[in-house]
């Protein structure tokens, strides 16, 4: 029990009669290697992938909900924009410089991402916990970065 946080990747995979063989997917999907026959390929319109995993990373919950969500906080699909992505980015490598300087300051890093806290959020310290998850939040922002594009879109959610 607690804050379960998933950043999904749904890329867009729709073949259509117009496209060029070279343009179209080749989707297929098998279970012990063999083919199911219940999911038909050419009916697929998406894959989704899960991009990023956090438990208890109570802040980036609090960012994304503040910033992408209008502060509504109802365990629902928040889509993330490139804007978003790169915003993220950006306050994250901000939080790391100043938990990495001489003199960390605990409260300029908060003014940037505070914890939030929640029923069953964990910890609203900044400590190593802290600090490791911006780090690991960092890499999965910048592989999103680099995916992202006109068939591909990203979305938060989080359950508790």
């Known amino acids: 029990m607690g804050l379960d946080q998933w950043l999904y990747k749904k890329t867009y995979v729709q073949n259509w009669?117009?496209?060029r063989p070279e343009e179209r997917h080749e989707i297929s999907v098998k279970l012990g290697g063999v083919l199911?026959?219940?999911?038909?390929p050419q009916k697929i319109a998406y894959i989704v992938e899960q991009a990023g995993y956090w438990r208890k990373f109570n802040a980036l919950h609090g960012w994304i909900v503040d910033?992408?969500?209008?502060g509504n906080d109802?365990?629902?699909?928040?889509q993330l924009t490139e804007d978003n992505l790169r915003e993220l980015?950006?306050?994250?490598?901000k939080v790391l410089e100043k938990a990495k300087a001489e003199q960390p300051s605990k409260k300029e890093i908060a003014e940037l991402m505070p914890p939030t806290s929640g029923f069953f959020f964990?910890?609203?310290e900044i400590d190593e916990h802290y600090?490791?998850?911006v780090e690991k939040t960092i890499e999965i922002i910048e592989q999103a970065l680099i995916c992202v594009g006109s068939d591909v879109d990203y979305y938060y959610q989080a359950s508790w």
């Open 36 to 40: 199911r026959e219940d999911i038909n």
């Open 131 to 133: 600090i490791e998850e």
């Open 67 to 70: 910033n992408c969500a209008e």
């Open 17 to 19: 009669e117009h496209q």
């Open 74 to 78: 109802d365990c629902q699909e928040i």
């Open 89 to 93: 980015y950006d306050t994250l490598t």
């Open 122 to 124: 964990g910890s609203i």
